[in-house]
């Protein structure tokens, strides 16, 4: 009798625990990291887990080819992941209807996250993150990078040459690199994000009206400096088309004398007889710092999405920011991030190559903005590039091309 009731009590212990077990509220992670950055991922949700009795998050790696695809059509489907790590202008393909709206919870007296509106650059939490249509947050940055300028530092002093700080200076520079060593000056990884600083920094110009749904660069000013770009593409001056997949190809063969490109991307500089160094871009007035971290979806279930939200919460929180950055091999976002010891220590090794890409990022970002991130904003950024593509190339004069770039911008902004 003692042994059934002794069987009894196990079993009825072990449906207790797995009601229990089911009764936590389950959230799933996509990602494509690796190495170091899945680690930390990894470490990150078991730590999450160990802290609190309420959420069990599971982060599932995803192939890098076609991920953004799969994600968009599992969410739209009710069957994809709670989040994923991505830029804001990602979140603003999906209707608003598909995405959770985080600011429910942010400013919760209970569950919120004390000064968080002061602790994002003006750029990034009123041009990202609040930027979203009726006041929605369905996203927050976890890290920052951004473009910087590699340049043949040897040829530099062999000709005499200042880093550019303009891109008055940047031309000058090119045009005696073409004339005496006949190589192309300045090379365009971010041609996008280029068009886009000549854009923001034109006078009488802008980028998007959200309300009116129309873009801000249809002006003279806008133009003459699109003209100026094919121009320099057309002399050998800039190039907008590299060899191989990225610029540091023919960067360090010798091709190009500098480009512009990301900061992450200090790995592949192997150059052929030279010596290379790392300088901000030439950004006068307008600089596009890269922002990405979690994007949450919204599938009618708000206590899913609440526990999406305080694991999002406890990996941008202070200590495991700083140890996420430093995965990341990027900037910290967040005031209460960059006051801790951990985060002070990582950048002050500026012997560290990554480190001295990641400075060449930070010079700018006292003047880093963001730009909206509408339905339509995404062609937009395709638009562009081939707005100068075929200006550059003769298929097209500077007018033309452009017009056709702002006739196709406003068609999508409209969700034509």
């Known amino acids: 009798m003692k042994r059934i009731l002794a069987m009894i009590l196990v079993a009825v212990m072990a449906l207790s625990l797995t009601a229990y077990a089911e009764e936590k509220i389950q ?19 078991e730590d999450f887990n160990a802290s609190q009795d309420k959420v069990v998050v599971e982060a599932l790696t995803q192939p890098y080819s076609g991920f953004l695809d799969s994600v968009y059509s599992a969410v739209n489907e009710g069957i994809g992941p709670d989040f994923i790590f991505n830029y804001a202008s990602e979140a603003a393909k999906y209707d608003s209807s598909k995405l959770a709206d985080l600011s429910w919870y942010i400013y919760d007296e209970e569950i919120g996250i004390e000064g968080f509106d002061t602790a994002l650059i003006e750029g990034v939490m009123n041009g990202e993150v609040k930027a979203f249509a009726n006041g929605l947050i369905p996203y927050l940055p976890a890290y ?75 002006t003279e000013e806008v133009r003459a400096k699109i003209a100026w770009a094919a121009d320099m593409v057309q002399k050998g001056y800039f190039s907008i088309k590299s060899s191989g997949d990225y610029f540091s190809v023919d960067f360090n063969s010798g091709i190009v004398a ?40 919204y599938y009618g279930d708000d206590a899913r999405a609440e526990g999406a939200y305080e694991f999002v919460k406890y990996f941008i929180s202070a200590d495991v920011n700083a140890g996420w950055v430093k ?11 960059k006051e801790t010891d951990a985060y002070k220590a990582y950048i002050a090794n500026t012997e560290d190559l990554g480190i001295q890409a990641l400075m060449a990022v930070d010079a700018n970002l006292g003047i880093a903005g963001s730009l909206p991130a509408v339905t339509g904003a995404a062609a937009i950024r395709d638009y562009l590039r081939a707005a100068i ?8 004069t500077v007018d033309e091309a452009w017009t056709e770039c702002v006739t196709l911008s406003n068609a999508a902004l409209e969700g034509k």
Not at 198 to 215: C, T, W
């Open 27 to 45: 959230v799933t992670v996509w990602h494509t990291f690796a190495k170091d950055q899945e680690a930390y991922i990894n470490k990150a949700v």
């Open 144 to 218: 920052t990078t951004g473009p910087i300028l590699y340049y043949n530092k040897t040829l530099y002093a062999e000709l005499g040459l200042e880093v550019p700080t303009t891109w008055e200076e940047m031309e000058a520079n090119c045009k005696v690199i073409k004339e005496k060593k006949g190589v192309i000056g300045f090379g365009l990884d971010g041609l996008t994000d280029f068009i886009q600083m000549l854009i923001m920094e034109s006078p009488n110009s802008g980028y998007i009206d959200v309300a009116n749904k129309a873009v801000l660069f249809d």
């Open 258 to 297: 500098s480009y512009m490109g990301s900061c992450a991307g200090y790995p592949y500089i192997e150059p052929d007889g030279f010596e290379f160094a790392m300088a901000p871009i030439p950004a006068q007035t307008w600089y596009p710092s890269w922002n990405r971290g979690p994007v949450v979806f």
């Open 327 to 337: 995965a990341a091999n990027a900037l910290a976002p967040y005031s209460w991030t």
């Open 389 to 396: 593509e075929k200006a550059a190339s003769g298929d097209m």
